[in-house]
């Protein structure tokens, strides 16, 4: 009988459930012969089994596995599949997919780190390295990893989990939580991320600026707390809007009525800003004075306006080559230690796809099934705190 | 052919096009004769209809008017149908079911007020005058008004529907709303009420609790601005948890983190106001120090805590007698000049119930669904404001 | 140093884990000394560790585990500490307070099973036997259970949980799984359960009767499938109205149409019960003829509704006192082995507070907070189904 | 004092009180002094007022008459006002703003239509025409059509908005409705149409597969009802991995278990699509055998697929520039009849934004607020109906 012996994090990430109902499912017969406790807790376990288990049942398990950060090490590792693509755009059938975890493969005898690793890509192996492309980007002739030998992954340990500061949040995604106390955790995480030169990325919708959250978002930035930012064409529109005519989607931001003549504000703001060329030379020439957009323009905080099927305009700064647009989006994420997603859906999966694990992300929204569907794709470390964004920025604002 | 003279908020209220649409839907000929506008905006205007309309349909537009405010003068008008009650808690088949609107009935040759209005109720004539019953106070013998003949509402004129200070929240009911231009606003409504001795009721839900409101809602309390109080036993039961354990539902609420043996707290602090008797004898013992509950009953404010089918304990104070609680409710919500509903859609259902159309109601919950229900349930007068009830309370403190 | 021995589900409840962070949290140090894996799937496993715990610290540990069903057998378990209630409606301050596990207790030498298990309850000594017990019906001189010591607790396995049919449902809450296979599979475990003459109970509102489901569920009553129903009124009188006026809150379920008069519908149909004495007497005197009142009355299955702070009314057969209500409900919960929840939140957390872990609940309802709500509230072994309850009834209805 | 004239659907549009609530806003006195309705019900009415307006309130009533299809008449109506663009993708400053009503321009005495209508465009006068044109469309030199007058729409009647089948969703979007009769009458306005040879397009998400509802709407297909399909990356990939692996994102169709090793399927999907070169060729070389792209492929329907921010691969059928997907959309959508949106909050509103009012529109989702937002943004013809895609295109299939 094959006899296995499997190294990761057994207790933290409960592998021996995993790999019992494994067996289960399968009717193998197994026995636990040893079980090594890592001395310190961050420390890998290891245990040894017995079992009836096939060659094929062992590709599954190490499979299994891997998605968990552990690896078979009692059967002969060797090195990765590769094989070459046929064809631009296309890899091999058994072409390995990979998580958004930090990734090694076994390359001549030793471990080597993947580069620019992401979710739903592939492993291409170039020069001595190998690195993670998007599906689109693979050009024919291009080594691809394939299967599942010779990889290893690492998930995140708690503690990149946010846990500590965060875990009160819990995994259940809930409207009955003290959102005050997240927003003051958030801060001051924002805080200890500021004073060590980290990286704050922020992805955000429209609804921040209809909620009254502009001024308390510009403060953020002001205050240095916005290292990039990230949103759709409705977002920047309707704060030019708010800054040239007091209004968001034609309804008066004092007095909160409709503005006589106000539901063509937002094409009056998209032809200021298309006459003076830009968001950025708007701001130059004194058109923009106000509000989110030209406090990152001023504050020189790089961001990306991608565009979408439903823009109108757009505005000459919205990218509607999504190929392109995606592209500023994973340059402006490249290196961001904490991503925090404000009232946008679509934009929050886009950026959530393009995050390695280890990156802290908190996602705000009113409505749970963001959350929701964000963890449900894949992004896993994501914290979601259900309330209202307007509201959220403002407490956050005052806490910084 | 019958001519039919009708008056009413013609134009404020839209009944051209009621009137429109009856004769259509009927394949019924008419032509207007005469229209009379009000000379001021508040008057009401008429207009004199030919039409080959017979007595059923009249009856039906008499109803149809009726719901509106408006009624028929071009008919015989005469005395209300009054029948007996055969039973205790039934009446005549064809009896009058309210609305919520100020009502008259027309008794003895003059237009008679009726007390008590609340709605889905009927009409019975005791004394000389007209009153409000529920169908389970009715007793054989009773005089119930019925058919439509001989009534008139008066439905909100569009000040008392809040319109003015509220009119940027609309009709529809949305998440991107400015909620803290909504705070502004409704903090400035209860200072005038406030100054103006008018009365202030509120309806909570334990989610007040659970967001972190609490504290914010005592300032209100003690800032002399809620004079009832309506609530379940779970808001009462976590607030008391939050004073005497610092968790709500189990979860310590400085740092958000489940607390050791949390999960019993509410358990516990149900035990020890059983042990004190009652809210105002645990105040009075020194057993409650802070919280809602607290500075209800210090400040002598009226509390009413309902009880419902999900309650543990209850705590001694909650009236598990509906009858009886729906009696305190009512009670404590006559003379109201505002209501304001914090994340509560059963209670706050259950009040809406009660009050007439003249009453102002805000309604504060994360979920749109609620307020949309209890419009959807005749509160039309409703302003829904939606929202995390914690940080809209807060931000609502912050202005007052 | 003392040493622990630890026995329970050890794998399958991941208890490694546990202990690992209760240890790590309080700055233990511990080591694992050994660690038996139970023969088959279902035998406990145990584990012994050696740390530098304090007697305290066991307590905290001690509790912790049982919540788990798992218990030390390292220290003296000694006999459980009983002390009488000195008042009424009252328990000690240290009382236990239950899950909604199967418990046993260690009276004289053996584990005895605690009778009528319930969540947020005491345990109370009467004769040799222990029993289950509300807080309120706790008299004074009572013996109830304090403390954790001697207690253990049977979590459901993995099988109870109907994992193996609706394992596919996930722990996650979301409206994006496929419907018609959660139908087709409840209704296989509900043929499965019938056959074994097992006892199904549905809690139900009224949004069933409002999407069109009272023909589905009505056909579910004649094929024998409900063999207790718990509702609120509006249930029973917007049924009674669709079989009486074909309406339901005054709208046609004919054409969709808001029927002429038809607002006071709900109130004639409560009259005419009224009238008639009871829905029972109502189907004997040939007043209700059709819908789902009228369906359990000529089945004879049992039924109880229970009021709420906003019922209109009520009908007679309506339980307007919360404490005969709740005692009606469990009356009819018990025994039940399936009980499925139809969009009511209040009643379906109503009845889950009244179920042991070992009955599996079924939750429909199109907003996933609901579901969400009650595993919050305790309920973990819920399954949710986000969808139309009025569809999913009638796709339950052709599977069966 | 001036008096105007004003002529329009007054009685079915209400613009009494619209007038009336004008001139209070502005404080201006006012009087009616003669009110001609229409002979028919269809035929426009005209009220005469006396009022002490001033020109530049004259202009802002214009313009509010002209939101509701009406207009002045007792003022100098002359020619619309015609400035030139200064530069590319610009307009002048009072440039006016198109509602997606159909809409007609004084020219040269007579009223010219409007060719291809939307909302949020700009008029602009070519050859001795008018066409409708989007702001990035605009070159330098075009002439421009600025303020108001001269301009006159044609808001949908109460017929074209549906009212007549669907007069029982109301307005209120609600998740309390028969949604077998909406499946009952959508179908039989499908079989209307389809019988009058009209267009009916059907733009969806991926949730229609993940629910389930893949196979109902490939019978829609093959039943010749779909004469237009708009979608985004998701749905087509889903429904492609559901053919060739049998799962969507991953888990089993069948058994709705997460399917061994499924998590990389929906790559696996795009990459077979890719190694074929598209959709068509995957259908003609016997990759893809079943559902709904399949089908759409065979029936020859016409199909867009649009790019987002959030796509993984694409298909090489998406279209990741958006200008180019605007434009495919709005071609496919053009002559539509009844469009059908089912759970795409943002293709719908993309497709939305490219209708004029006179196309039905009907939007059937499980979240409330995608529908209250659609018609937020204007689309007021917007039918909702909150359930379950997949169920519901089941019960739609059934019916047709």
Redo the contacts between chains.
């Keep these: 009988m094959p006899q296995l012996v499997i190294e990761g994090q057994i ?2 990430d ?1 592998l ?2 995993a790999i ?1 109902r494994f067996m ?1 499912e399968r009717k193998l017969r197994y ?2 012969v040893d ?1 090594h ?1 890592g001395a310190r ?1 961050e420390d890998p376990s290891s245990v040894i089994i017995d079992s009836d288990i096939d060659p094929e049942g062992m590709d ?1 398990l190490s ?1 299994l596995l891997k998605d968990k950060g552990a690896w078979l090490l009692g059967r002969e590792q060797g090195n990765p599949v590769l094989l070459p693509s ?2 631009d ?3 091999p ?1 058994n ?1 390995y ?1 990979t998580t958004h975890h930090p990734t090694e493969l076994f390359l001549n005898g030793k471990w080597v780190p993947v580069r620019d690793m992401r979710m ?1 890509a ?1 492993l291409s192996v170039e020069g001595g390295g190998v690195v993670c492309r ?3 980007d693979i050009k024919k002739g291009d080594l691809v990893v394939c299967g599942t030998r010779g990889i290893r992954i690492h998930p995140p340990t708690e503690k990149t989990r946010l846990e500590e500061p965060f ?3 819990g995994a ?11 927003a003051r ?1 958030l801060a001051a995480e924002m805080k200890r991320i500021g004073a060590a030169k980290g990286k704050i990325v922020f992805v955000a919708g429209p ?1 921040l600026v ?3 959250g502009g001024e308390a978002f510009s403060s953020l930035i002001k205050k240095g707390y916005v290292h990039a930012f990230l949103g ?1 064409n409705a977002i920047a529109v309707h704060d030019i809007e708010a800054d040239l005519y007091g209004t968001s989607l034609g ?7 409709p503005a ?2 106000g ?2 504000n ?3 703001a ?2 200021a800003i ?2 003076a060329g830009s968001i950025k030379e708007a701001v130059e020439q004194g058109v923009l004075k106000s509000g989110i957009m030209f406090n990152l323009a001023r504050a020189g905080v790089p961001f990306s306006l ?9 505005l ?1 700064d919205t990218e ?4 392109k ?2 592209e500023n ?1 994973a340059a402006l994420l490249k290196g961001a230690e904490l991503v925090v997603m404000l009232s946008s859906m ?2 929050s ?2 950026a959530g ?1 393009m995050l390695g694990s280890q990156v802290k992300v908190v996602c705000v929204d ?4 963001v959350v ?2 964000l ?2 794709r894949g992004s896993m470390q994501t914290l979601g705190i ?3 964004a ?3 920025v ?2 956050l604002d005052e806490n910084l």
Excluded at 177 to 182: G, I, N
């Design positions: 207790v933290r409960n021996l459930q019992n289960e026995s636990i079980f406790l807790n599954r499979e046929e064809k755009r296309t890899v059938d072409f997919s739903d592939v998007k599906l689109r875990a009160f949040m259940e995604v809930s409207s009955e939580r003290r959102t005050d106390l997240a955790t609804v209809h909620t009254g759709n309804v008066d931001l004092q007095t909160g009525l006589s003549g539901h063509k937002h094409m009056r998209i032809n298309s006459k991608a565009g979408s099927i439903r823009d109108d305009g757009p000459p509607m080559d999504l190929l647009a995606q989006y679509l934009h999966i886009g796809n009113i409505n749970p099934a929701s569907k963890r449900d259900v309330t209202d307007g509201l959220f403002k407490a």
